[in-house]
Each structure stands twice: as structure tokens, then as C-alpha cells.
């Protein structure tokens, strides 16, 4: 069973997990892409966690969970955790992923080895995928009743299994130049987001919605009681989801 196997990482030091950055298909510089897809959530589950640069940008759920094949990867983050802890299991998603039974409120975001088809060499993950073990992952994945993420290059067979989900193409850097992945959702991705500290296509233009942000939450913390109330009260009949959405971030 997972309990057998499981454990919560406590340590504040990262050290060896961020050198964990050159794995193949790490999201070290494409996090951002994958934050901004993101709804909000209770429990987050990484299905193939790596270097977990997403999980280490992204804001805290109430629960994470990382799930590795690889033991020495798996070993990394049991010594040096970030210190509101994640939960690591060493295992195959597949096998674990039923186990941990998720829920609506979760969110399982999947970034697994590169399909074959997509790979300009052959062998580069010590624990690979085939392309059966693809089939099998995506045919659980798309059975899952909460909000998923998947990441990777466009392959014939993604392209079928998830046709039905919403693609986001985005750019990003490898070794061998500038490239195109994708991120397949089961949802349609938009606000309300889990995190707002990365949106923009850029770091100018995310500089600038954060100032816009901070600025009118500013103008709106200052007025005077009867005027927050008035303003509070015309966002909300204007944006009622929106609103509501605030709230439940708060409740949490």
C-alpha cells in the first residue's frame, strides 16, 4: 500500500532538488505556463514530479502529493523538502494515482517522459515510458473526475486520446533551441485561477498587472467604510463568480 511508502517532507533546504533542474523535460522554465492554467484547488497531485518546478513556484494547497518511478529522485525530496511539506511516494502514477482517490477538489497535474514519437533521441529518462505505458496512463487520466493538466509534445496519440480537451500551446527553451509544447485540460482554463503571481506573457508585462493589481486593491482598501461596503457590493452584483471565487480562496 502507498502508506508503506509514503512520506512528508519537512526540510527547508532545497539544494539537491533544484540540480534536479536538468532532468529531461524539467519545467524550470516553463512553469509559468502551467501555473497560469491552473483553477483552484484543495489537494495537488504531481503525477511525475522530477525536479517539481511547478510545485515549487506554484501557491501552497491545502495537500500536495509527488509521485516518482525514480528512487533517487524520491530520495532528494525526502531530504530536502520544501518546508510546508509534500507528501512523496515512489511508484508508478498509474498504479498509485486509484490509490489516492481523487476528488473534484484535487488537481493531478502530469508531466510524463516525452512520447517516443517526439524524440529527436532515443533513450533519455533512466525510467522511460513506451508507448503502451502512454496509453495506459491517458486512458486514466482521462477517467479521473477532477481538474487535469498534461504537459509535453504534440504526438499523434495525444492529439487523439485527448482531442475533446482544451490544447495551450506555449513556448520554451531546451538545450537545442526554442520549442513548442503543449498543455492538454480537461477544463477550460481561465479565471478563477489557484495562482495569480505568474500571469502575463512576459516579465514586463507581469510587472505591470501586478502594479495595475496592487494599485486598485490599494484605491479600494483606503476608502472609507461605507464606500468599501458600496464598491464591494457593485463587484459583487458584477461579477458574482468572481466574487465568490475570493471568498472561497479566503474560507481556505
Known amino acids: 500500500m502507498i502508506d508503506d511508502i509514503a512520506e512528508t517532507c519537512d526540510d527547508a533546504d532545497m539544494s539537491d532538488i533544484t540540480t534536479l533542474s536538468r532532468y529531461p523535460g524539467g519545467k524550470g522554465l516553463a512553469f509559468r505556463e502551467i ?40 530520495a532528494r525530496w525526502r531530504s530536502n523538502a520544501l518546508g510546508h511539506g509534500i507528501r512523496v511516494i515512489e511508484g508508478d502514477a498509474v498504479s498509485i494515482l486509484p490509490e489516492l482517490s481523487p476528488a473534484p477538489g484535487d488537481l493531478v497535474y502530469c508531466d510524463p517522459p516525452y512520447h517516443p514519437d517526439t524524440r529527436r533521441r532515443g533513450r533519455c529518462y533512466q525510467y522511460d515510458y513506451d508507448v503502451p505505458e ?26 487523439d486520446v485527448l482531442s475533446v480537451w482544451t490544447r495551450t500551446d506555449y513556448q520554451t527553451l531546451t538545450h537545442t533551441g526554442q ?23 512576459d516579465f514586463r508585462e507581469r510587472e505591470q498587472l501586478r502594479r495595475r493589481a496592487s494599485s486598485l486593491s490599494r484605491r479600494i482598501a483606503r476608502a472609507a467604510p461605507m464606500e468599501l461596503h458600496a464598491a464591494l457590493a457593485n463587484l459583487a452584483a458584477a461579477h458574482p463568480e468572481a466574487v465568490l471565487a475570493a471568498a472561497e480562496r479566503i474560507r481556505r
Open 35 to 74: 501555473i497560469n492554467l491552473m483553477p483552484p484547488h484543495e489537494r495537488y497531485i504531481e503525477t511525475h514530479l522530477g525536479s517539481g518546478a511547478v510545485y515549487r513556484n506554484k501557491r501552497p494547497a491545502d495537500a500536495s502529493v509527488g509521485i516518482d518511478l525514480d528512487p533517487n529522485v524520491i
Open 179 to 201: 520549442v513548442t509544447e503543449s498543455a492538454w485540460t480537461n477544463f477550460r482554463p481561465g479565471p478563477p485561477l489557484h495562482d495569480y503571481r505568474h500571469i502575463g506573457s
Open 134 to 159: 502512454h496509453e495506459r496512463l491517458l486512458s486514466l487520466l482521462v477517467r479521473l473526475p477532477c481538474p487535469v493538466v498534461v504537459s509535453g509534445y504534440r504526438s499523434e496519440l495525444y492529439d
